[in-house]
């Protein structure tokens, strides 16, 4: 069962003030068609809270609190009619509503992984590795964990572009995500960071653990035999890697994620092209004695 949320606490509050509020009415003045059919408005709560639980538990309580002016009621005082038909309007509504809100949230759900996932690769996009970065930076400050990122591109992917068509280049890409997930920790979030760029993003992971999956990911892409139509074609990666404490300057004040993140990033981008330097096919750290990024070391 999810956490139950603030909206669901903070609508859940007012449901319960404006239940017995209701039922002291119904009860006390026991005038069924204007106290018992109030019930229904309660329902109200459950959409505004977006949940369908809360929907649900509403509407039985409403159900219940009906039933019951059925039976403690003075029956003189009762229109049983009446309260049969609002027990059939509380249950249609709620079921009602929890089938809209089900496709609601289905539908939610379709549009984010179309905004966060790339159509061609089925991982995560640029927006959704940036979003993600910044989230695993306040973990790795909160906690004091290590976090470690990966960039890398494939080698002379012009080329085979131009000698094998755009559409080898399309199955290469594929290829090389499968390749790669089968490296990754459940942890791990792979994405197409752009072309043929892609990135790690490597939680609880320093520097070492992170050049080791580097040179897994390199090594298995190097033997890997990419087939397409009666082509075989042989492709290698180059990678740059980089860790976040190389980015932090103990003992001042935090900076923003967004500014942090932009740091990473440029590491790992100095880290690969300097790996396209040393001749492709190869991974490298980045140096924070030796290179620079954009912008200078983030103090925290």
Not at 36 to 46: A, D, E
Not at 84 to 106: C, D, G, K
Not at 115 to 141: C, F, H, K, M
């Amino acid at each position: 069962m999810s956490k139950i949320t603030d909206s669901e606490w903070i609508f859940g509050a007012i449901f319960l003030l404006a239940f017995g509020f209701f039922a002291y009415i119904d009860f006390y003045l026991a005038n069924e068609i204007t106290t018992s059919i109030s019930y229904v408005s309660l329902l109200g709560f459950g959409l505004l809270a977006h949940s369908k639980r809360l929907t649900l538990i509403i509407g039985l309580t409403g159900i219940l609190a009906t039933m019951a002016g059925m039976y403690f009621i003075p029956s003189e005082l009762v229109d049983t009619t009446n309260r049969q038909l609002v027990i059939i309007a509380i249950f249609t509504i709620t079921i009602t509503s929890h089938i809209f809100m089900e496709r609601q949230q289905a539908f939610e759900h379709s549009l984010f992984k179309i905004a966060s996932t790339d159509s061609l690769t089925g991982i995560a996009n640029r927006r959704s590795l940036i979003n993600d970065i910044e989230q695993r930076l306040s973990e790795s400050l909160r906690y004091k964990k290590d976090l470690s990122l990966l960039l890398f591109d494939l080698d002379n992917f012009k080329t085979i572009n131009d000698k094998f068509g755009h559409l080898a280049g399309d199955e290469i890409l594929k290829k090389i995500t499968e390749i790669c997930q089968k490296w990754l920790r459940t942890t791990d979030v792979i994405g197409r960071f752009g072309g043929e760029e892609f990135m790690v993003i490597c939680p609880n992971t320093p520097l070492s653990g992170a050049l080791t999956l580097a040179d897994r990911i390199r090594v298995a892409v190097q033997n890997a035999a990419f087939r397409f139509e009666n082509d075989i074609i042989k492709i290698t990666v180059s990678i740059g890697v980089t860790e976040l404490r190389t980015h932090l300057n103990k003992g001042s004040q935090s900076s923003i994620k967004m500014q942090l993140s932009h740091h990473l990033i440029d590491a790992a981008d100095t880290a690969l092209y300097n790996a396209k330097s040393a001749g492709k096919n190869c991974v490298v750290a980045f140096d924070p004695d030796h290179d620079k990024v954009t912008e200078e070391t983030v103090t925290v």
